[in-house]
């Protein structure tokens, strides 16, 4: 079992920036961040390989996130710059076996989630 503890959601004003952080109780794979808005299925938003040899980001996000891990705290980041409406949504950590199983949302761990909301 992988317990993940994420922090650093919020309220920010557009344009604005957050940082998420989410620690795993072991070493793991693959982490990534999903992101649920009301009413939308839960979404992919960036992942990262172990070594950091394999990325990937949701189409909507590149160029103002970027996803990085600390491995000897099991940790994995999120930094989100030029924060818009449109990217509010409960951000849940989660963590795979494989990038493509992440990819595909086959995912082993899910955290507890954190809300990120973005004023207009």
């Known amino acids: 079992q992988v317990h993940l503890t994420e922090s650093g959601g919020g309220l920010v004003q557009s344009g604005g920036s957050l940082r998420l952080s989410c620690a795993a109780s072991w070493s793991v794979y693959a982490m990534g961040w999903f992101r649920q808005a009301p009413g939308k299925e839960r979404e992919i938003v960036a992942a990262l390989s172990y070594e950091g040899e394999f990325t990937h980001y949701a189409d909507s996000v590149k160029g103002r996130f970027t996803i990085s891990r600390n491995n000897a705290n099991n940790a994995v980041y999120l930094q989100m710059n030029s924060l818009k409406p449109e990217d509010t949504a409960v951000y849940y950590c989660?963590?795979?076996?494989?990038?493509?199983?992440?990819?595909?949302?086959?995912?082993?761990?899910w955290g507890q989630g954190t809300q990120v909301t973005v004023s207009s």
């Open positions: 989660a963590t795979a076996g494989r990038m493509a199983a992440m990819k595909n949302g086959e995912i082993d761990y």
